[in-house]
């Protein structure tokens, strides 16, 4: 016999878990905005279809009313400064707190090929060996170059000091150290933390 189960509010409950930084507006920062896009793109350059296990993942998370769909998630994304298409609005601190939920989860379910690919980087660089000698992480580095390149706008500083493939590299083995990182005990919540430093005094 199935039991009912007590009136809750999910979406509520799992972004309660990430506190509220004392920011004005309560909306994110700018470094903020970029770091959690960035996380993103990293986890498409590591996996197919992932704007569809995006979705999928903020649906089983209950998170699918701030990340109801394609679109949606595209203005959310959007609302880094870096991009092409900057949606010229705040993401705010619930929307953010979708975002990072759902790339920890994912990042979770990649925990394995993402210790693959960072132990291959650290074996490759001590035999001072190219990338380009181990297939899986050459290849999630063309992704993330490729995607980082169409995406983002090239008239921004920031973009253009990151535009050689030496620094798009990287930038994206950076980013699977803060993957890894999120997978970690209270990873999700420190990682959270992380995006606020300097932001609060």
């Known amino acids: 016999m199935q039991l009912n189960s007590p009136s809750i509010q999910p979406t509520a409950l799992i972004l309660g878990s990430l506190p509220d930084p004392p920011i004005p507006d309560q909306t994110c920062p700018r470094r903020a905005k970029i770091e959690i896009d960035l996380m993103l793109l990293a986890i498409e350059a590591l996996e197919l279809d992932s704007s569809e296990e995006i979705?999928?993942?903020?649906?089983?998370?209950e998170l699918d009313?701030?990340?109801?769909?394609?679109v949606s998630l595209w203005r959310l994304r959007n609302t880094n400064p870096l991009r092409r298409h900057n949606q010229r609005r705040p993401l705010t601190l619930v929307e953010a707190k979708a975002l990072v939920m759902v790339s920890c989860y994912m990042a979770r379910k990649l925990t394995v090929l993402i210790r693959q690919l960072l132990l291959a980087y650290q074996q490759l660089s001590e035999k001072q060996l190219?990338?380009?000698?181990?297939?899986?992480?050459?290849?999630?580095?063309?992704?993330f170059r490729a995607h980082f390149r169409s995406r983002m706008n090239p008239r921004r500083a920031a973009v253009a000091e990151n535009y050689s493939d030496e620094k798009l590299n990287q930038l994206a083995l950076n980013l699977l150290s803060q993957l890894l990182f999120c997978t970690g005990t209270y990873g999700i919540q420190r990682y959270w933390f992380s995006l606020f430093d300097g932001e609060v005094g």
């Open 65 to 70: 009313e701030i990340i109801k769909d394609r």
């Open 55 to 61: 979705l999928q993942t903020a649906k089983q998370l």
């Open 130 to 143: 190219s990338m380009e000698h181990h297939f899986r992480l050459s290849e999630y580095l063309e992704r």
